[in-house]
C-alpha cells in the first residue's frame, strides 16, 4: 500500500539474464516490493536465459511461497515446435498457476502480424492467460500496432502492450488501444507528457503500471502518484485494472 494505493506492479523480472548478465531474487524483489509499497508483483523470466524451464521452476517456487505477493509468467523460446511450447506453458499454468505468457519480439524473433505466431496466442487463449507483449525496442517486430492483427483474430484473448511501445511509439500503441478493446497498456518507460495524451484517449479500465527493472519502480510508482488525474483513474493504474486482469478480482 503506498499513499493508499494497492498497487500491483506488472512488469518485473527475477532469474538470470543471459543478454545482460542481470541476476535477481524473489527475496530482493520481495523486500523491494515493501520498501515500495507494492503489494503485488507480475514475474516474468528475463527473455534471453540459458534454462527456460529452470527459469519457470524458480519463479514458480516463488509464487507458491508467496501467493499473496507473486504472480507468475511463462516465457518459453518460440523456435520449439507448437506442441512443445503449449506442453510447457501448460506446465506453468498447472503447476504453478501462472496467469500470463511473454512474447519478446526483440530476441524470439517472431512477427505478432504473421500467423506463423498464431500458436502463441492460441496457447495463453485455451490455458486462459493473459499476453504480455514487450513493444518498443526491437523493430520492426516490436511495433505495437501489429498487435491489432492477433487481437482481432483472436477477440477473447486480452493481450499487454508492454512499455506502451515505450515513448516513441507511444501514439502507435494508442491507435493499437483505440481499435481493439482487447488491448492493454502497461505505462512503463513513457514520459509524463506522453502519459498525459494516453490518459486523455484511453479508458483507465486498460491501464495499468510496470517497472520491468529494479532502478524504475519508484519512479515509475511516482509517476503515476504525481501526475494530475482524476483519483479513480489513478487507482486502475496503479492495480485496480491488473487486478481484475490477472486475477479475475473485482474491487
Ligand atoms: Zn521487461
Request: charged share 25%; proline share 6%.
Amino acid at each position: 500500500m503506498k499513499s493508499g494505493y494497492r498497487i500491483f506492479d506488472t512488469h518485473t523480472h527475477i532469474g538470470h539474464a543471459r543478454h545482460t548478465g542481470r541476476v535477481d531474487t524473489a527475496e530482493a524483489m520481495l523486500r523491494r516490493m515493501d520498501s515500495a509499497g507494492v503489494e503485488r508483483s507480475l514475474v516474468i523470466p528475463f527473455p534471453v536465459v540459458d534454462d527456460w524451464r529452470a527459469e519457470h521452476d524458480l519463479i514458480g517456487r516463488a509464487v507458491l511461497e508467496h501467493p499473496d505477493r507473486l504472480t507468475g509468467t511463462a516465457c518459453y523460446h518460440p523456435y520449439a515446435d507448437a506442441p512443445e511450447f503449449r506442453e510447457e506453458v501448460r506446465r506453468c499454468r498447472d503447476k504453478y498457476g501462472f496467469r500470463a505468457v511473454k512474447l519478446q519480439p526483440q530476441y524470439h524473433g517472431l512477427n505478432p502480424y504473421s500467423t506463423r505466431s498464431d500458436f502463441f496466442f492460441e496457447t495463453a487463449l485455451e490455458f486462459d492467460m493473459v499476453a504480455v507483449c514487450h513493444t518498443g525496442s526491437g523493430l520492426p517486430f516490436s511495433l505495437p500496432s501489429l498487435l491489432m492483427m492477433p487481437a482481432r483474430r483472436f477477440p477473447a484473448l486480452q493481450i499487454v502492450v508492454a512499455h506502451c511501445g515505450s515513448a516513441m511509439f507511444a501514439h502507435d500503441a494508442m491507435v493499437a488501444a483505440q481499435f481493439c478493446p482487447n488491448i492493454y497498456l502497461e505505462l512503463s518507460s513513457l514520459m509524463p507528457h506522453h502519459l498525459t495524451e494516453v490518459l486523455a484517449d484511453i479508458p483507465a479500465e486498460r491501464l495499468m503500471i510496470g517497472s520491468d527493472l529494479p532502478e524504475s519502480l519508484k519512479t515509475e510508482i511516482g509517476k503515476i502518484l504525481s501526475m494530475e488525474m482524476p483519483e479513480e483513474a489513478r487507482r486502475l493504474i496503479l492495480g485496480g485494472t491488473a487486478r481484475r486482469l490477472f486475477l479475475g478480482e473485482t474491487d
